[in-house]
């Protein structure tokens, strides 16, 4: 009898370890989880063979997992991938952990890429099971049921009725892409944050990723603006990177990347389509930085409790910023809106108490639900347009380049460089489109004589006689465009501004205290 219980107990154990796998089998979330974790694992072991243990667990899950989908729909980010494998073994050999936990970043984020690339593949096709497995992967690292509950909501939809997916499809694309978007910007302000704080290595971290969660928004930048838009802001992620690995001190590294962020953002704005004026760009400035005070929040906070440091700390750095923004520019928003504005800068207020306080995170859901209403109703009262002449973009160039002339041959290297930049960023990006239509050889020459050439000579300490010299042929070669602009006619160049614009002199556009 004692041996017959034995069997039958045996039996069931066989029977119950038969269907564990089933029962809990691992979704590919899990799998990406997975590989994070034995890659963190790999960092803080004791012994290089430990250390490489936990890499060769992490490359094995990917091969099983990820690298055939990669190899179908994004080779590159398998050769991303693969290229970051071989980098950590190589730098754990050598006792390099910091530059492991970057390569690290590679890993990590193109995967996101190649679950979204099939997420996205799965809609096209009509497959929700693919669909629901792919999207396991963006659920568990961007907690979608609870920062995106619409996107998550979406998901369990089209899980439950497959015929759902047409009703969700642009909706679910244009929502994770957002969120890519979101974190293309996020990352470089983060590595600004970490540079005022004199923190390197994490402003490297932020870096990193920035960098390759950019390249899965980079197909959609490349659809809507071409592929040398796409290229150029590529380029510009690919320099902050470049910049936080120089020798160069904290506060030069944050002043270069605060440069580059300005290209990045008028580049997502253009992509978004929306308004790229000055106080476009000041309500677009804070309302993404809310956006991201609402995401962090809920991560940094419970139960009256900080529970994460770095997202509480990152949470009160996008709130301060926002902060900055509006009261720099409060008498502007106040003469679109009084009321819009006055309430925007309560709330404002409001979610710094409740912040410093450590007080419920939907009180901040609700304000920031609030904050942006009000955003959307400035928006609506600056859509105004007016016409510009084009020639006075001209000559707010022309006379930027000669002060940068006169600056950096004082010594004042800075001053002249943020002259170029504004010369670039805020009027020669309104002339590139109606010179194009004539003659794209020579828009292309002189955007990139003075947006990379003569910058990096700027940045490089040439001397004053070559810095002279550059800025005279981009002269010229603005003389030579305003001979071919008139081609068009009586043209005129539509932006959208405030109303208020049209009262001061268009001309002085980059002095106006619209500062983001």
């Known amino acids: 009898m004692k041996n017959q219980k034995s069997v039958m107990f045996a039996l069931l154990v066989i029977s119950l370890v038969a269907y564990l796998p089933i029962a809990f089998s691992a979704t590919l979330g899990d799998e990406w989880n997975?590989?994070?974790?034995?890659?963190?694992?790999?960092?803080?072991?004791?012994?290089?063979?430990?250390?490489?243990?936990?890499?060769?667990?992490?490359?094995?899950?990917?091969?099983?997992?990820?690298?055939?989908?990669?190899i179908e729909l994004d080779?590159?980010?398998?050769?991303?991938?693969?290229?970051?494998?071989?980098?950590?073994?190589?730098?754990?050999?050598?006792?390099?952990?910091?530059m492991a936990s970057l390569n690290k970043q590679a890993i990590d984020k193109t995967i996101y890429k190649i679950a979204y690339l099939k997420v996205a593949q799965a809609l096209d096709a009509k497959d929700s099971k693919s669909f629901s497995s792919w999207f396991t992967v963006l659920e568990s690292k961007f907690s979608l049921s609870e920062k995106y509950p619409d996107l998550h909501h979406m998901a369990?939809?089209?899980?439950?009725?497959?015929?759902?997916?047409?009703?969700?499809?642009?909706?679910?694309?244009?929502?994770?892409?957002?969120?890519f978007k979101l974190k293309t910007l996020e990352e470089p302000e983060e590595a600004i944050f970490a540079l005022d704080e004199g923190d390197v290595k994490n402003a490297q971290k932020f870096a990193y990723e920035g960098y390759y969660y950019y390249r899965t928004l980079h197909p959609a930048i490349e659809e809507k603006l071409g592929a040398e838009k796409a290229a150029e802001l590529l380029h510009e992620m690919d320099e902050i990177k470049e910049i936080t690995m120089s020798n160069k001190s904290s506060e030069m590294m944050k002043e270069e990347i605060e440069h580059v962020l300005d290209e990045i953002t008028l580049i997502i704005r253009e992509y978004e389509g929306s308004d790229s004026s000055e106080i476009g760009l000041v309500l677009s400035g804070i309302k993404d930085r809310l956006n991201l005070v609402e995401i962090e929040y809920l991560d940094a906070v419970t139960n009256g409790q900080i529970v994460n440091q770095e997202e509480y700390d990152e949470t009160v750095a996008f709130?301060?910023?926002a902060s900055e923004i509006f009261d720099d520019n409060q008498d502007a928003l106040m003469e679109l809106s009084p009321s819009d504005a006055q309430t925007l800068g309560s709330n404002l207020i409001e979610m710094e108490q409740i912040i410093s306080s450590k007080d419920s995170t939907s009180k901040i859901s609700i304000l920031v639900g609030k904050s942006l209403n009000n955003i959307a109703n400035l928006e609506s009262f600056a859509g105004g347009a007016v016409e510009t002449d084009i020639f006075e973009y001209f000559d707010e160039i022309e006379y930027l380049l000669n002060e940068a002339k006169v600056n950096?041959?004082?010594?004042?290297?800075?001053?002249?460089?943020?002259?170029?930049?504004?010369?670039?960023?805020?009027?020669?990006?309104?002339?590139?489109?109606?010179?194009?239509?004539?003659?794209?050889?020579?828009?292309?020459?002189?955007?990139?004589?003075?947006?990379?050439?003569?910058?990096?000579?700027?940045?490089?300490?040439a001397s004053p006689d070559?810095?002279?010299?550059?800025?005279?042929?981009?002269?010229?070669?603005?003389?030579?465009?305003?001979?071919?602009?008139?081609?068009?006619?009586t043209i005129a160049v539509m932006i959208l501004v405030v109303s208020i614009i049209s009262i001061v002199a268009i001309t002085s556009k980059s002095r106006l205290s619209l500062r983001i």
């Open 34 to 70: 997975f590989i994070k974790s034995s890659l963190s694992d790999g960092e803080k072991a004791s012994t290089v063979s430990d250390s490489l243990s936990h890499v060769n667990d992490a490359r094995a899950t990917y091969e099983n997992s990820f690298k055939d989908a990669a």
């Open 75 to 98: 080779s590159e980010s398998n050769l991303i991938i693969e290229t970051a494998f071989d980098e950590i073994v190589s730098n754990h050999n050598s006792g390099d952990t910091e």
């Open 156 to 179: 369990e939809e089209i899980s439950s009725d497959p015929n759902e997916i047409d009703e969700y499809y642009d909706s679910l694309k244009s929502g994770l892409l957002d969120i």
């Open 319 to 321: 709130l301060t910023k």
């Open 408 to 461: 950096y041959r004082n010594g004042n290297a800075q001053l002249a460089f943020d002259q170029v930049s504004t010369a670039y960023l805020d009027n020669y990006e309104f002339v590139e489109g109606p010179l194009g239509e004539v003659d794209m050889e020579l828009m292309s020459k002189i955007e990139i004589d003075m947006r990379e050439d003569l910058r990096n000579m700027i940045k490089n300490n």
């Open 466 to 489: 070559e810095v002279d010299a550059q800025i005279d042929i981009i002269l010229m070669d603005l003389a030579s465009a305003k001979k071919v602009v008139p081609e068009f006619g």
